[in-house]
């Protein structure tokens, strides 16, 4: 798709189980027991077992190299993690919608604003990319 | 117990190279749903101009995740890890990660700040081959929640 300032990139809906997060830890190696243990989640004050951030923003991730039509063409990505994301124990776990603008196109480089919401509550805020324009992408 | 602000600077000695695998980025793909194939297929990577298969953007906090328990299980900085968030995450590339690549971590405590009772630790690791070579550089915030 070709990027243009202001467009409204197409949304994503990324469903989030717990077995998803216990696949992330495994492949991420990150074990902390707010991810997988509700005993321990709200042991520290926490709503319950909560999704890795950093399995939201490999979410938010997979939008960007979509929108972009490359899975190499991001150059900058940032994110603040603003609330949890709680997944509860049941086989429909929760949702993730991601969408996303573009800022600007400088050349062969787009500015994507993106926007993260669970429950309909903003769980990413300050989350941009910079990707590199494909042929494909600018065609 | 507040963290330690003589750790605002530091600079920790470079990692062991974590040798990147093919398997282990086409198992971080699937976990997180990526099915692009050069994630996971060399041909299709090669189509790309890469040597084997590439990784996902956020891949490289397997790596960089292992290198700040340098920093983090060191008891003199004073960080109870149960009360760590991840506050925000940075990544700028050089160019995708890819399977067989060598990667040496090399992580600097950027700053220490205090705000509403929490604690905000930010560092930045420089992602490189051995030889000294950029890849990525990633930026984390943690929050020590008060």
Redesign the interface.
């Known amino acids: 798709m070709s990027l243009r300032p202001g467009q409204e990139l197409p949304g994503r809906t990324f469903r989030v189980t717990r077995a998803d997060l216990v696949r992330y830890a495994g492949a991420s190696g990150d074990f902390n027991p707010i991810h997988w243990s509700e005993r321990f989640a709200t042991s520290v004050g926490l709503p319950g077992v909560i999704a890795h951030g950093m399995f939201t923003m490999a979410l938010a991730g997979r939008a960007v190299t979509g929108w972009a039509g490359s899975p190499d063409a991001v150059l900058d990505f940032s994110v603040r993690f603003s609330r949890p994301v709680p997944v509860p124990d049941d086989d429909a776990g929760t949702q993730v919608e991601v969408a996303g603008v573009v800022r600007s196109v400088d050349g062969d480089r787009a500015e994507l604003e993106i926007t993260a919401t669970c429950g309909g509550q903003r769980v990413l805020t300050q989350a941009r990319a910079t990707v590199r324009v494909t042929p494909e992408a600018s065609g | 117990m507040p963290l330690d602000r003589s750790f605002v600077g530091r600079q920790f000695p470079p990692t062991a190279p974590y040798q990147v695998c093919r398997e ?1 980025i086409r ?2 793909a ?5 099915d ?1 194939p ?2 996971h297929d060399p041909e299709a990577a090669r189509a ?1 101009g ?1 040597p084997d298969v ?1 990784a ?3 891949f490289p ?2 790596v960089t ?2 290198a700040s328990r340098q920093l983090i299980d060191d008891p003199a900085l004073g960080m109870d ?3 760590v ?9 050089t ?2 990660v890819v399977a067989g690549d060598e990667l040496v971590c090399t992580t600097t405590v950027e700053e220490i700040t205090e705000r509403g009772g929490h604690e905000f630790l930010t560092t930045r690791t420089e992602v490189t081959t051995p030889d000294g070579q950029p890849v990525v550089t990633a ?1 984390s915030k943690l929050v020590v ?1 008060g």
């Open positions: 282990k198992e971080f699937t976990a997180i749903g990526a692009d050069a994630y790309r890469y590439i996902p953007p956020t906090t397997v995740m292992a890890y149960s009360r968030v991840h506050g925000d995450q940075r990544f700028a590339y160019r995708p930026w929640r």
